[in-house]
């Protein structure tokens, strides 16, 4: 018996820890702009780092075989809007090259919220960084828990989280 209970109980936890679902297509596509920005090693994000981001839209290509990415970089008073493809690796993560090599997914927390989880090897180190994503210039009090709390498993702490609305003098 106590080892149908583990077996049972084993099961619920792995399924508990499956990596978060696809978003549809249509829950991705459209307007996304950086909130709240975040990384492990902090000065990728600060002003003038390479990591620096906001996020403008995104869009599925092929049923989300790639995803096209706009984006806007910033140095100082300067905005630079791109746009680059990320491809499909397997199930929810993409791979793009952009200042480095990056592995990265859109995890939807709740409907006005999409989390940009990113691991970028710039060829000496991996930088950790997450970007909370909306489709205004806030977030709600439960959504801003959720991000933190997705920064803290990731090993991201707190006093990392860069306010990218109050930072975001690009236009939109």
């Known amino acids: 018996m106590k080892a149908v209970f583990l077996t049972l109980l084993l099961g619920l936890v792995c399924a508990v820890q499956e990596a978060p679902a696809q978003p549809e297509a249509s829950e991705i596509t459209g307007n996304w702009y950086t909130i709240y920005m975040a990384a492990d090693n902090k000065e990728k994000i600060e002003e003038g780092g390479p990591l620096r981001t906001y996020f403008r839209r995104f869009e599925c290509i092929d049923n989300c075989e790639k995803m096209s990415i706009s984006f806007i970089l910033t140095n100082f008073d300067s905005c630079t809007l791109l746009t680059a493809v990320a491809q499909r690796a397997e199930g929810n993560v993409y791979h793009i090259?952009?200042?480095?090599?990056?592995?990265?997914?859109?995890?939807?927390v709740s409907e006005s919220m999409l989390v940009f989880d990113a691991e970028n090897f710039d060829g000496e180190k991996t930088t950790k960084a997450t970007y909370a994503l909306g489709k205004g210039d806030s977030l709600s009090q439960e959504d801003i828990q959720k991000y933190e709390e997705m920064n803290n498993e990731r090993g991201i702490p707190n006093e990392n989280i860069e306010d990218g609305a109050q930072t975001d003098n690009c236009a939109k």
Not at 97 to 108: P, T
């Open 97 to 108: 090259d952009f200042m480095g090599k990056n592995s990265v997914q859109l995890i939807r």
